[in-house]
């Protein structure tokens, strides 16, 4: 389609910002309904008790209350558990999970009971009155404690913590790593991450009684997958076409409104027996507790190489902590990291294990990068202490191990095939806008000076793989959905556009770069697209938003159907001009006749004449509207180069990062100011995760850091300007050549800067810091090292 | 129930509360003004950042009745005739918001910081954030934003 580039790869200014702005955007919890009454819910304070009663009566007879229910009053209201659709293995076990808990609590926070009032403020007080008997019981947190025989059992009835082991295994790994010269051995623990998107969640359940249709508002990033998730599992005799679904401005979500949640059922049940609009607003604590967490997981590493170190095996056995139940994807997040722990590189030999525990703790699931996090902070890590092993600087490591510049799907060890990679490309270019050689011989005279501020660079060279993305691949992990998604193309007579696409933003600007792409193709105005989304009402069809599929799947599927809307176009532009369709050019959406270019039709000119159907070509059905499914042949794999620059106070442990660039590579680019956004936003969760979060339990299962004023969300004041740049290596799995950037900066920033970390003090003696690398745990790290004995672990 | 009287982005107000009643709510569910935003109860975030006397305060810690009396200013009067704040403007020009579920707070709380120093520094402007928290963008656009409402040169290089 030959179409003039006016807008995608400009920095178009987003069509989202003016409601924003102005305070009259829609979020949750400015949505309200005649007659709308609210729910508070009662959590159990212990991370594992049975419930001997819950006595609901005194707070029954509380002013405005409506009803108060315990989990037992509302088990009838359920076909099943709350969804896990990602079921790994065969013999994977997987727990029964109610929305309220009936007879056992086994995390803190877990749901016993609702109240049902007229006000907010009612149904709180109401709920203090909820009147529970817990029978505390044995209590486990951590994973590879829960998996030693006599730990407590977090599920007596699957008579075991694990809930799967899942294996990939290729090339001969037990001779590689017999026979290597050399062999790292590595072991991380990646802390529990709490994702705290800014808006908590929140939803509102609307019924039509008399037609028995619910609608469920609800700050989620998946409207689509909500709807027939709920429908088919777990609310009881609610058909999936009485249920609409609609996400309002959502904010933010980082995977954590990536889920079905109790609440979201609760509230559907409390609407039906009431014959009311009921809401729910999370406050902040309650969504440390109920809010799906991220990571926590353990990795053991090896790389098996060469003396000179060319990489030859790969080995990674992870214990990862689903918590107390499986969410929706919660045993899944380890395999989107399990394929991509040789990164960039390509070794002989492939070992992957996961061990998935159940634990007395929030369940995890999907948390910004997702599995690729893990799997990147484990490779780019080991290839440091690699690098440290055979004396090589880290960069020329890593340049002798890149695999070579590809363009077409090329086969790589864990068995996927990679999309298009110039790895060396991008690390170049870091290099030289950090001034690497610079910094190396700026830390060395300090090292010569044994100076209290040492300099560390740290390099991340990571891959990820994005695009969710093949359904058949999917099936065969198991995966119970498919990856498809749906976009909707409709030219209205008056020459506006209206898209309609099945992915669900919530920050990512989508409005901006569907407009952009569409506005391309059709020769349109940008005003003049309008993008609808988040209402199963109105996009019936979708997969929704995460793992940074939304472009590479939904973007692409807009460019299809833009494609079909052409097509048909080109026919009613021939008929109408009484030539064939060969002898139509077609350029930024205008069709003119070859050689009498004064003789055209524009799209929206035609889009009148298929509305008024006048003068159509025989079996040409009236109306300019198009809709493309796509289901992607692969993956996409965005990678990228990213150096952290730190200064290390050798003295008191602080750390400081002085710069930090990254160079990233998500293919084919919509909105280069939209790309940069997110790498700015990624980056700085991965800072976070290197420097600052931790969730922290006790041994009784409290969760220590359960708000903002002990869990360290950084503010700006913590950070530096980042510096930006990238490369281009257009995507062979898609016509557009896009691969996603929603997660890279999330998934590189760990290793960059832990190893920038490591770097600085690895002279004294330093090989490891656990995350997040506080100030307390360098210097403790290296009084061990210097053998001054206070220093305890780190 | 207390009555409470205030005057917000110009305008008098009045609704009876329960004491306890913070101001957010009141601005929200009683005179119907839901462009401030609620993010943790605690004060920690700064979603609620709102100005009272030109000044910006939380409006999660602050009670409404507090407020009686007072001028306030949420993000819905920052826009005159039609015009967007030179604020605005520039968190649009910038890029500095994503989700937009911290912007309205973090306009307020930079709107009070511009009045106290016109001609901040980056590091004064990140400074003058830390009580506002964004998960989106990394804050590099919304400092730049600000920087550039105030007419000040970014630090940033890409």
Redesign the interface.
């Known amino acids: 389609m030959a179409t003039a580039q006016r807008y995608v790869g400009g920095g178009v200014?987003?069509k989202?910002?003016?409601e924003?702005?102005?305070?009259?955007?829609h979020?949750i919890?400015?949505i309200t309904a005649p007659g709308m009454a609210w729910m508070f819910v009662v959590r159990s304070p212990f991370a594992h008790a049975k419930i001997r009663s819950v006595e609901t009566s005194s707070a029954g007879a509380m002013p405005g209350v409506i009803a108060v229910w315990s989990g037992k009053d509302l088990a009838d209201e359920w076909q099943g558990s709350l969804p896990c659709a990602w079921p790994v293995t065969e013999d994977i076990q997987m727990p029964t999970h109610w929305p309220v808990a009936q007879d056992e609590v086994r995390h803190q926070g877990e749901a016993v009971a609702v109240v049902v009032a007229e006000t907010?403020?009612q149904a709180k007080d109401a709920a203090e009155a909820v009147s529970v008997d817990y029978d505390p019981m044995p209590v486990v947190t951590d994973a590879e404690q829960a998996l030693k025989s006599g730990a407590p059992l977090v599920h007596a009835d699957l008579d075991t913590n694990r809930s799967y082991t899942w294996t990939l295994s290729a090339g001969e790994v037990d001779k590689v790593f017999a026979e290597a010269p050399v062999v790292v051995k590595e072991r991380y623990y990646h802390p529990r991450l709490i994702p705290?998107?800014?808006?908590?969640r929140g939803a509102m359940a609307v019924p039509s009684p008399a037609q028995g249709e619910f609608t469920l508002y609800s700050a989620t990033q998946i409207p689509h997958i909500l709807k027939t998730a709920l429908t088919a599992f777990t609310i009881a005799n609610l058909p999936e076409s009485k249920l609409r679904v609609i996400a309002p401005?959502?904010?933010?979500g980082?995977g954590s409104k990536l889920n079905v949640y109790a609440e979201e059922a609760v509230l559907l049940a409390a609407a039906r027996r009431t014959g009311r609009p009921i809401k729910w607003i999370e406050?902040?604590?309650e969504n440390y507790l109920s809010t799906i967490q991220g990571r926590d997981v353990y990795q053991d590493v090896e790389l098996a190489a060469s003396d000179d170190g060319k990489l030859l095996g790969v080995r990674a056995h992870l214990v990862a902590d689903m918590g107390a139940y499986l969410q929706l994807v919660t045993p899944g997040i380890p395999l989107l990291g399990a394929f991509l722990y040789h990164g960039v590189y390509q070794p002989l030999a492939y070992d992957f294990a996961c061990t998935g525990v159940f634990t007395n703790k929030t369940p995890t699931d999907a948390y910004r990068g997702a599995g690729r996090p893990e799997a990147t902070y484990a490779i780019e890590r080991a290839m440091d202490a690699l690098a440290r092993r055979v004396g090589k600087d880290p960069a020329a490591l890593r340049r002798m191990n890149f695999m070579a510049p590809f363009t077409e799907p090329t086969d790589v060890i864990s068995g996927l095939k990679y999309d298009s990679g110039d790895y060396a490309k991008q690390l170049d270019r870091a290099l030289e806008i950090s001034e690497y050689e610079q910094l190396r011989k700026e830390q060395q005279a300090r090292r010569d000076a044994g100076d209290v501020r040492q300099l560390g660079i740290g390099l991340s060279t990571y891959i990820e793989m994005c695009g969710l993305a093949p359904s058949q691949v999917l099936a065969a992990l198991r995966y119970v959905a498919g990856g498809w998604d749906a976009a909707t193309i409709r030219c209205l007579p008056t020459g506006a556009v209206v898209v309609v696409t099945g992915t669900s933003p919530?920050?990512?600007?989508h409005v901006t770069s569907w407009a952009q792409i569409v506005a391309d193709a059709l020769g349109v105005s940008m005003d003049d697209v309008d993008v609808l989304h988040g209402d199963t009402a109105v996009s019936p069809l979708g997969m929704d938003t995460y793992g940074s599929r939304s472009l590479a799947v939904g973007g692409v599927a807009l460019h299809f159907a833009a494609k079909k809307i052409v097509e048909k176009a080109r026919t009613i532009a021939a008929h109408e001009l009484e030539v064939s369709e060969d002898d139509l050019a077609y350029e930024a959406g205008t069709f003119s006749v070859k050689g009498a270019p004064d003789r055209a039709r524009t799209i929206p000119q035609i889009a009148f004449s298929a509305w008024t159907a006048h003068n159509l070509p025989p079996d040409t059905e009236p109306g300019l509207e198009a809709t493309h499914v796509y289901d992607p042949g692969n993956f996409t794999f965005p990678a990228g180069a990213h150096v952290c620059v730190v200064e290390v106070d050798t003295e008191t442990g602080e750390v400081s990062i002085e710069k930090y660039v990254a160079v990233d590579d998500c293919g084919t680019v919509i909105n280069p100011?939209?790309v940069?956004?997110q790498v700015?936003?990624?980056?700085?969760?991965g800072i976070a995760e290197a420097l600052f979060e931790e969730g922290v339990y006790d041994d009784d299962g409290n969760l220590l850091t359960s708000?903002?004023?002990n869990y360290l969300?950084p503010?700006?004041?913590e950070?530096p300007?980042?510096?930006?740049?990238r490369t281009v290596t257009p995507s062979s799995t898609n016509p557009m050549g896009v691969k996603g950037i929603g997660e890279a900066?999330t998934i590189a920033a760990p290793p960059a800067v832990v190893n920038a970390v490591i770097d600085a003090v690895s002279h004294l003696g330093v090989t490891h810091i656990e995350k997040p690398v506080t100030p307390e745990r360098v210097w403790r790290a290296i009084r061990q090292a210097r053998g001054d004995g206070k220093g305890g672990a780190a | 129930m207390t009555r409470v009287q205030v005057t917000v982005n110009g305008v008098e107000r009045e609704a009876d509360v329960e004491p306890r009643t913070l101001l957010v709510y009141f601005l929200r569910e009683s005179l119907g003004l839901t462009g401030t935003n609620v993010g943790c109860d605690t004060s920690s975030c700064g979603a609620c950042t709102v100005l009272i006397g030109g000044e910006s305060v939380k409006s999660c810690t602050v009670l409404a009745a507090q407020a009686d009396g007072r001028e306030i200013t949420t993000i819905e009067g920052m826009a005159r005739d039609g015009e967007m704040h030179p604020l605005q403007e520039a968190f649009h020009r910038n890029h500095g918001l994503q989700c937009g579920y911290c912007t309205p707070g973090m306009i307020m709380a930079a709107a009070s910081y511009l009045k106290e120093n016109p001609s901040p520094t980056e590091e004064e402007v990140r400074m003058a954030l830390e009580g506002n928290l964004c998960r989106c963008t990394g804050y590099q656009n919304i400092v730049t934003s600000i920087l550039d409402a105030a007419g000040q040169p970014s630090g940033a290089r890409a």
């Open positions: 200014l987003r989202e910002d003016p924003l702005l102005t305070g009259q955007a979020f919890d400015d907010r403020a705290n998107a800014i808006e908590p401005d959502v904010g933010g980082f406050e902040r604590m919530h920050g990512q600007g100011m939209i940069e956004g700015h936003g990624g980056i700085t969760q708000s903002m004023t969300v503010s700006a004041a950070l300007m980042y510096e930006l740049d900066g």
